[in-house]
């Protein structure tokens, strides 16, 4: 599948919003039991399956993911793991062939336009061992610290209502379908500043929901999302973060609570970053200038 790019910064309207949820959820049969009595009925339950992500044909992580926009995923990885930069680099993104033949539904290669991008040996990750928990591939807790070290302060010219914020949790909500339906799934949300609910991704693991907002933007010249919102339906954790800023973001929201070093690490960025976003409050962890 070709990436197509776009020749306007705005999300197209048909990407707006909510994403399928027969693709993300799948009904099994359960014994349930409510005091003294049972039933046998159904639950839904989201999808869980692994997702190998190839570079030139060369294996880069294996991420347990909910199957769904795994292109955007592919690509929101290796952008925000720095194997890219931007979508000049990206020729094509495509399904693996299967050993029988068909297209593998769980492998996904990404071509990129220039074959010295892949190098395993400065990738300074041990992709192969990754999952959805994100930063378990790192091969020393010391590149934690640098990639923290690393971050220049960003500066930012606008300022957004507190009522706007607090209207964000319940448009996340309304378009998180399988998490209606399952109550297992996380997400994240991309709003302009307006808080207009321009994107919602869906996944079991949340960095790769994440990924899959920053792969849409990427793969349709929306970056860098510096007028934008970032709302994410679990904690705020250092990696979430770290890939909000490679997207540019100047401010990131979370629905539950940060982690310290996040906190620390937005700090350092000049990033807003607001946590217990929910029922008209929210805690403010760093640049409390940009909320009014």
Not at 52 to 74: N, S
Not at 184 to 212: C, M, P, S, W, Y
Not at 239 to 251: D, P, R, S, T, Y
Request: glycine content about 8%; proline content about 5%; aromatic content about 4%.
């Amino acid at each position: 599948m070709e990436p197509s790019g776009a020749t306007e910064r705005e999300v197209p309207q048909a990407d707006r919003g909510r994403t399928p949820v027969a693709s993300l959820s799948v009904r099994q049969t359960v014994h349930r039991w409510v005091g003294d009595r049972s039933e046998l009925t159904h639950d839904d339950l989201t999808i869980e399956e692994p997702l190998q992500i190839r570079m030139a044909g060369v294996d880069v992580a294996v991420t347990m993911r909910t199957p769904g926009h795994d292109e955007e995923l592919a690509a929101g990885f290796l952008f925000t793991e720095a194997l890219i930069t931007g979508r000049h680099q990206v020729d094509s993104i495509a399904r693996c062939l299967a050993e029988d033949g068909t297209l593998s539904p769980n492998i996904i290669n990404v071509q990129p336009t220039e074959r010295d991008l892949v190098n395993p040996h400065l990738w300074g990750r041990d992709f192969l061992a990754t999952s959805s928990c994100g930063l378990c591939g790192k091969t020393s807790l010391s590149q934690v610290e640098q990639a923290a070290r690393r971050v220049r302060p960003m500066s930012h010219n606008f300022t957004v209502p507190v009522d706007t914020l607090y209207t964000l949790p319940d448009k996340l909500r309304e378009g998180q379908d399988t998490f209606a339906q399952t109550g297992g799934i996380h997400a994240a949300a991309l709003f302009d500043l307006e808080g207009n609910l321009l994107l919602v991704r869906e996944d079991v693991g949340r960095h790769n929901a994440v990924d899959k907002v920053i792969g849409y933007a990427l793969l349709n010249d929306l970056l860098p999302l510096d007028r934008h919102i970032l709302l994410v339906s679990s904690r705020a954790s250092f990696e979430i973060v770290q890939k909000a800023l490679a997207a540019g973001f100047a401010l990131v929201c979370a629905i539950s609570a940060p982690s310290s070093l996040a906190v620390e690490l937005a700090k350092q960025a000049g990033l807003t970053l607001v946590a217990f976003l929910r029922q008209g409050r929210l805690n403010i962890y760093s640049g409390p200038e940009q909320v009014i």
